[in-house]
């Protein structure tokens, strides 16, 4: 199974950009995913989280910003963010609880990083 994420660059600050991240592979079951992201030398914090069902639970700093979505056929999650400001100037990274023949206890994996930049 792989993750692999899209949607990141640069942006001016009050602008949007929308991230995806899809997930690859045979016979899994993908139960919550989530968007974390980290800066140089950070540890990676978490942005918002999605279950199966579609309950989601944000960081207090993108509340209101910032929304999470997915769509359960194409094994997508997606990150919506708005009003944008320098300070969510990140690598954002997402992930997946994911259930496999080979990890019936389900595992979580990551996508690669995609760098979203914010401008004053």
């Known amino acids: 199974v792989q993750l692999q994420a899209s949607g990141g660059g640069l942006v001016q600050a009050g602008g949007s950009l929308r991230l995806s991240c899809t997930a690859s592979g045979m016979n899994f079951v993908i139960n919550d995913m989530g968007w974390y992201r980290q800066a140089p030398g950070k540890q990676r914090e978490l942005v918002a989280i999605i279950t199966r069902g579609g309950s989601t639970n944000y960081a207090d700093s993108v509340k209101g910003r910032f929304t999470i979505s997915r769509d359960n056929p194409k094994n997508t999650v997606y990150l919506q963010m708005d009003t944008l400001k320098p300070e969510d100037t990140y690598t954002y990274y997402c992930?997946?609880?994911?259930?496999?023949?080979?990890?019936?206890?389900?595992?979580?994996?990551w996508g690669k990083g995609t760098q979203v930049t914010v401008s004053s």
């Open positions: 992930s997946a609880r994911i259930f496999s023949d080979n990890f019936p206890t389900g595992r979580v994996y």
